[in-house]
């Protein structure tokens, strides 16, 4: 039975995972490079404990037990005798390559590493491995502590063993957990979500519209089905099939498959845009204005998350 969970790298997603072990009652040891990045993280899980008891989702038992089962160490021998390990360091190869060295010096043989990377293959991370059967992908989403999101992703070298303990460990959280069989860039939601930025960008570029008009045009229908159906059954609740045949048709013809870096995304990476971080982006914004979308969008998560659970309830 797995009951601790070793977790390297407590950036913006390391932190929201590990509450989620926290909130489930697992013991969870978290590698950071120092303790500078310790004593900024320890308060922020915190209170995305204290937010899933806000929410109705954790009971409030968990704020007293929380510290207990946490262990914060900067070295990999501290990982020694986990038995679930999961890397949320930068999405940077070299950065992983070296995690998972360290990692194989000191993790038993058969304890599952899994990599929360978006877009490095999971067969690319197992080269060179020791022990590649063990390696899995396990592709979060923000903010970790409250969607029902986990993409599991197959690389070519890994076990059976290594999934299902995987899937387990997943459904433990109370996730929805899905399996990509194959190990493609991008893994599944990213690839659609991309495939729809470039789309978004070429229209912009080809002046068709603006990126408020995009923005507002998207929240006002696509936002409204996402949250219940995906793209299939969308398409069976309105015409089916056939109808979308016949558009897909006139349409695909029609949309960009250019490779290059659409221009209007270009000129902001020149401006060194990071959105709502330093306030550059497709929009500009105060910090106070950083801090309504935040708020909005935190709220917007468990409008859903708590429609989600009552609609679909995981078993
Ligand atoms: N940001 C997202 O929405 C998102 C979503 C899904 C997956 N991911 C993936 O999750 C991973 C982490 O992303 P993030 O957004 O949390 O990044 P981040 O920059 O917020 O955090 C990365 C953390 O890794 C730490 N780190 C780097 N090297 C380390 C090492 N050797 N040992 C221990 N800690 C180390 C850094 O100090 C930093 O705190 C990436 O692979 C990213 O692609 C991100």
New binding site residues.
């Given amino acids: 039975m797995i009951r601790r969970i070793g977790i ?7 932190r929201g995972i590990t509450a989620c072990f926290l909130e489930k009652g697992f013991e969870v040891v978290a ?3 120092n303790h500078e ?1 310790h004593e900024f993280a320890f308060p922020i899980i915190g209170a995305m404990l204290s937010e899933l008891v806000d929410r109705g989702v954790a009971s409030s038992k968990i704020l007293k037990l929380w510290k207990g089962n946490f262990k914060q160490v900067t070295d990999t021998n501290g990982l020694a005798d986990c038995q679930f390990i999961i890397e ?4 940077d190869l070299a ?2 390559q ?2 998972f060295d360290d990692l194989e010096k000191v993790v038993p043989h058969d304890v599952v590493i899994a ?6 293959p999971i067969s690319v991370l197992q080269q060179s491995r020791k022990n590649p059967g063990r390696f899995v992908g396990m ?4 903010p970790a502590h409250a969607t029902r999101f986990l993409e599991l992703i197959q690389g070519e070298a890994t076990s059976k063993q290594a999934m299902d303990t995987t899937i387990e460990v997943s459904k433990l959280l109370g996730k929805d957990p899905v399996v990509c069989m194959k190990d493609v860039p991008g893994f599944i939601v990213n690839r659609i979500a991309y495939a729809m930025y470039r789309e978004a960008l070429h229209l912009v570029e080809t002046g068709v519209a603006d990126f408020e008009t995009i923005d507002r045009s998207l929240r006002n229908t696509l936002g409204l089905w996402a949250a219940s159906c995906g793209p299939f059954r969308w398409i069976d609740l309105t015409g089916g099939p056939s109808l979308y045949a016949k558009a897909m048709q006139r349409i695909v013809p029609t949309l960009t498959n250019d490779s290059a870096l659409p221009l209007p995304l270009e000129d902001l990476v020149k401006k060194d845009a990071h959105g709502i971080k330093n306030g550059v982006g497709f929009y500009n914004y105060t910090p106070e204005e950083s801090r309504i979308w935040e708020d909005r969008q935190r709220r917007h998560t468990w409008a859903v998350k708590h429609w989600l659970d009552s609609e679909f309830p995981l078993k």
């Fill in positions: 390297v790298g407590l950036g913006l997603l390391g590698l950071t490079r990045e949320s360091v930068f999405e950065t992983k070296k995690v990599s929360n990377t978006s877009a490095i592709h979060w989403a923000e």
